[in-house]
């Protein structure tokens, strides 16, 4: 496994999962940086307040994780996935993932 697999995960048809699996779009940035632009209808949880935050996730719906380059959003799937979440999925930068909304 390469080093973008390890830090992206495997290929993902992100059209498939958003739009037909109904995954839900969390935005790890902090709050400015996500008010200066992000994917319509994600959420924003900052990477810092995500372990306390889960209880607005459900483990039973996908979860796409994104941020500015993909780094913050790797360390949020690890996170959700100690946390027992299982269908989680590192969306990386929100700009490159908004091409497929």
């Known amino acids: 496994m390469g080093f973008f697999s390890k830090l992206f995960g495997p290929k993902v048809d992100w059209a498939d999962l958003i739009k037909n699996q109904n995954a839900k779009i969390v935005d790890v940035r902090t ?7 992000h994917i319509k209808g994600s959420v924003n949880i900052p990477l810092n307040t995500l372990p306390s935050s ?3 996730l459900k483990n039973t719906e996908p979860i796409v994780l994104c941020c500015a380059s993909g780094m913050r959003s790797s360390q949020a799937v690890s996170m959700l996935k100690a946390q ?5 999925y590192n969306g990386g930068g929100w700009h490159s993932l908004n ?3």
Do not use: D, I, L, Q
């Not at 709050?31 to 632009?37: C, F, L, M, Q, T």
């Not at 027992?84 to 989680?88: I, K, M, P, Q, S």
């Open 31 to 37: 709050p400015a940086e996500y008010k200066s632009g």
């Open 54 to 56: 889960t209880k607005k």
């Open 84 to 88: 027992g979440f299982t269908n989680v």
């Open 99 to 101: 091409r497929h909304v």
